[in-house]
Structures are given as C-alpha cells and as structure tokens.
T-cell receptor, first 111, second 113 residues
Framework: KNQVEQSPQSLIILEGKNCTLQ??????????LRWYKQDTGRGPVSLTI?????NTKSNGRYTATLDADTKQSSLHITASQLSDSASYIC??????????FGKGTTLSVSS | NAGVTQTPKFRVLKTGQSMTLLCAQD?????MYWYRQDPGMGLRLIHY???????AKGEVPDGYNVSRLKKQNFLLGLESAAPSQTSVYFC????????????FGPGTRLTVL
C-alpha cells in the first residue's frame, strides 16, 4: 500500500479558476511535508514546506494545509494561470530516513 | 549559480551497452541523490551519497552503480543496460539531510532498445 496517495490523478481547469489538490498519507511520525511543482521536461521545484506541527503555509497563489488528525494535506491554487500547468508532488520526510514521494497530480490549465 | 546540471539530456542505448550519467552541483551540498521517474510512478531513489567518497543504496539500486569522488559530482553508471532501465533519471542535491530542500537537475531521458 502506498504511504502517500494523491488525488485526483489529473485535473483540467479554466484559467482564473481555483483548485485544490489532495495528499493522504499513512506515514507517522514525519519531520516535514513538502509540495513540489514539476513542469514538463524539468526537475521538481519545492513550493512549500510544513513541519508536523504547522497547519498552513503560503507561497504566493499557492497555499498548503496540513491536518495531522486526518493525515491529509492539500495544495490550494488561487486564480490559476497557464503557467500553473504542471505535476504537483507531495513528499513526506519520515524522520531520519529518505523521502516518500506521492505519484503526483497532473494539472492542466486551459484558456 | 548553475545549480544542478546533468549530462547528457538524452541517450539511446542498445541492450547490454554501458554508460555513465554525470551530475554536478555548485551549491556545496553534502547530500546527492539519483532518482528514476517512470510514468504513473513516483520518483524512486536509486542511490545516494552523504558526502565525498560515500555512497549508499536506495529503493531500486539493482543494475546501477555510483561514485562520488568529488563533492560536487555524482556519477550514475549502467554496466549492462536493460529495457527495464528506460526511464527519466533525475539527480538532486541537498545541503544536509534528505529533509532539507532537494534541488533537482533537469533530468536525463534514457531509452534502452
């Protein structure tokens, strides 16, 4: 069973609309949770990082939330732009070990 | 700063051939990593290094070897390529432990026929 599950697998939205991507995890405890953005043909780039005790973290139009009780994280994108088209990857750092990657959500923003 | 660079960007091999992928970083990071990314799967760790002269196995190390002779370089070798090694390979580095932000290279697309 995957320790980090992301949903939906893919998503298409119109430019200017908001969207929310989900990350459910079973890893516990963990040191931090990151969201990475991966543009087509490029390597992933870190968007946000939250420690186990944080609830929310923003980076411009990107806001990540963390609910440790339900073991869920979400990435909310406000007023989407064409440049937001990418894969978004949820990554957990289990304390003292390597990273655990989700399979990602592919977002397409159309005009 | 160039960050993390990878060479080559693309490569096509025949089954049984060997090759080396080169990763270089100019951020003076201690940790370096090699991942592979396949369609429908998350990034999977092949090997990693916690410092010059050290290497360790990751989740999927079989069929690969690595070396870190210099702090800024991390080499990934395929001694006898197989079609199952067709993938996109990413190198990454981080200042210290994996929990620190990892900076990724642009990737190498490898096809093994």
């Amino acid at each position: 069973k995957n320790q980090v599950e992301q949903s939906p697998q893919s998503l298409i939205i119109l430019e200017g609309k908001n969207c929310t991507l989900q990350c459910n995890y079973t890893v516990s405890p963990f040191s931090n949770l990151r969201w990475y953005k991966q543009d087509t043909g490029r390597g992933p780039v870190s968007l946000t990082i939250m420690t186990f005790s944080e609830n929310t973290k923003s980076n411009g139009r990107y806001t990540a939330t963390l609910d440790a009780d339900t073991k869920q994280s979400s990435l909310h994108i406000t007023a989407s732009q064409l440049s937001d088209s990418a894969s978004y990857i949820c990554v957990l750092n289990q304390a003292g070990t390597a990273l655990i990657f989700g399979k990602g959500t592919t977002l397409s923003v159309s005009s | 700063n160039a960050g993390v660079t990878q060479t080559p960007k693309f490569r096509v091999l025949k089954t049984g051939q060997s090759m080396t992928l080169l990763c270089a970083q100019d951020m003076n990071h201690e940790y370096m990593y090699w991942y592979r990314q396949d369609p429908g799967m998350g990034l999977r760790l092949i090997h990693y290094s916690v410092g010059e002269g050290t290497t360790a196995k990751g989740e999927v190390p079989d069929g690969y070897n690595v070396s870190r002779l210099k702090k800024q370089n991390f080499l990934l070798g395929l001694e006898s390529a197989a079609p199952s090694q067709t993938s996109v390979y990413f190198c990454a580095s981080s200042y210290l432990t994996p929990g620190h932000e990892q900076f990724f290279g642009p990737g190498t697309r490898l096809t093994v026929l």
